[in-house]
């Protein structure tokens, strides 16, 4: 009841600080935030958890340059492992020749074909654009672009 006896509640007002900011909010709406807030906040760390995951664990594929020989100004052979966790799929790498200031000189793309075992050595020859001083695989990848592919 009001002071003045009558059961009206107070008028809400329309114009003002009160009309402007709003009354102070009650225990259950900051919980209600707390709560959305810290779902939020658990749900975007398994995003980036998951994110990190995918790009630092360990490949399905990799490889890695075992030697290399400069067999010529414009010829370099890169030797390189490929490792692979499913031996029946066929594996594409880039192996590249670099020159002393670390540009790339040349570049090929191998197909490693699928087989038996999950580590696989093989030797490239790499045709370069100027003299090179290293040969290395730049990187592999099961997803074997068709120009890879043999012609069935």
């Given at each position: 009841?009001?002071?003045?006896?009558?059961?009206?509640?107070?008028?809400?007002?329309?114009?003002?600080?009160?009309?402007?900011?709003?009354?102070?909010?009650?225990?259950?709406?900051?919980?209600?935030?707390?709560?959305?807030?810290?779902?939020?906040?658990?749900?975007?760390?398994?995003?980036l958890a998951y994110a990190g995951y995918k790009q630092f664990a360990d490949p399905d594929v990799s490889g890695e340059a075992t030697a290399f020989e400069i067999l010529s100004s414009d010829n370099v052979a890169v030797q390189y492992t490929v490792n692979r966790s499913d031996p029946g799929q066929a594996v594409a790498c880039v192996v590249r020749a670099r020159a002393q200031d670390g540009s790339e000189v040349g570049r090929r793309e191998v197909l490693i074909p699928a087989g038996t075992q999950t580590q696989v050595g093989a030797r490239t020859e790499v045709m370069t654009s100027s003299p090179a001083v290293i040969g290395e695989v730049f990187g592999c990848t099961a997803d074997v672009p068709p120009y890879l592919k043999p012609a069935a």
């Open positions: 009841m009001e002071p003045d006896g009558s059961d009206e509640k107070p008028a809400i007002p329309r114009s003002g600080p009160r009309a402007t900011y709003p009354t102070e909010q009650t225990a259950s709406n900051r919980k209600r935030w707390f709560y959305v807030l810290s779902a939020l906040v658990v749900v975007a760390g398994l995003g």
